[in-house]
């Protein structure tokens, strides 16, 4: 299968170094989410500015400083699907990005993870392509090989509950037949979304740190599919502040690098 295909050689015929200049003092955290309106919702709680643009066939995309707690982070609008999330942060890693923590939506496979309750996952289902060009194929992938402890002494200091558990990552939104549910459920899977795996592949091979979590939208765990609070617009101010969530682990893990 051509799946099966990994080359271990860094470089290839196309190399993020030969687009993207590297940035002087680019900030230690790197903050991102995917929803549009949640972003420029939280970007409105700062005075950013900006390091360097990404381009792309589909527009610009600014990577800003942002001050949090008197300390600077780079925060960017991620997009929806793995190539193009993937391709854009191996630009902002050449800028410098030296750690990514990403949150988003996902569809969960458990009625009993409340609408907007906070997922942390420990392996990624590999049903996607991406994954396969980063690391040497396998059903599943280990996701957050560091600083979960961390994420959890920010949720339980802002008493957010939280689950923990397999995503599955597929990147065919309207192939997630009952069928795959059931198996996915069956392998431990407790959410769906479409980039968790390849995220952590790419920072694997990159030897970049990655962090990932996850606000619990639409329910697949029901005899019809339930939105739920799957649009940007809806609960937003929550959302909001489950993106501060990744500051605030952002603030624990610069303390631990002093």
């Known amino acids: 299968m051509l799946l099966e295909e990994f080359d271990p050689e860094s470089r290839a015929v196309i190399n993020p170094d030969m687009v993207v200049a590297p940035i ?11 929803s549009r309106p949640l972003f420029e919702s939280v970007l409105g ?19 800003y400083e ?21 391709g854009e942060y191996e630009e902002i890693m050449q800028m410098g990005s030296k750690r990514l923590i990403l949150l988003g939506n996902c569809g969960v496979l458990d009625r009993t993870i ?17 994954s396969y060009h980063y690391a040497p194929a396998g059903e599943m992938i280990d996701v957050n090989l560091k600083y979960t402890d961390l994420f959890k002494e920010v949720l339980e200091a802002f008493h957010y509950p939280y689950v923990e558990g397999i995503t599955w990552t597929m990147d065919a939104i309207y192939r997630e037949t009952r069928e795959k549910v059931n198996r996915r459920r069956a392998q431990g899977a407790i959410c769906v979304e479409m980039e968790c ?34 649009s940007g617009e809806v609960r937003l101010d929550d959302k909001s502040k489950i993106v501060l969530l990744a500051f605030e682990l952002g603030l624990r893990i610069m303390e631990s690098l002093e």
């Open 24 to 34: 002087e003092s680019f900030p230690e955290v790197t903050v991102s989410c995917f």
């Open 45 to 63: 709680f700062f005075e950013p500015k900006v390091l360097g643009v990404i381009h792309s066939a589909v527009g610009e995309t600014p990577v």
């Open 66 to 86: 942002v001050i949090y707690k008197e300390r600077r982070f780079a925060f960017f609008h991620a997009k929806v699907g793995e190539p193009l999330c993937i």
């Open 114 to 130: 409340e609408d907007c309750g906070i997922i942390i996952p420990t392996k990624a289902i590999r049903d996607e392509g991406c």
């Open 197 to 230: 795996a390849g995220m952590q592949a790419v920072c694997n091979f990159r030897n970049t740190e990655f962090f990932q979590f996850f606000y619990a939208g639409d329910n697949l765990d029901h005899s019809t599919w339930d939105p739920r609070s799957l």
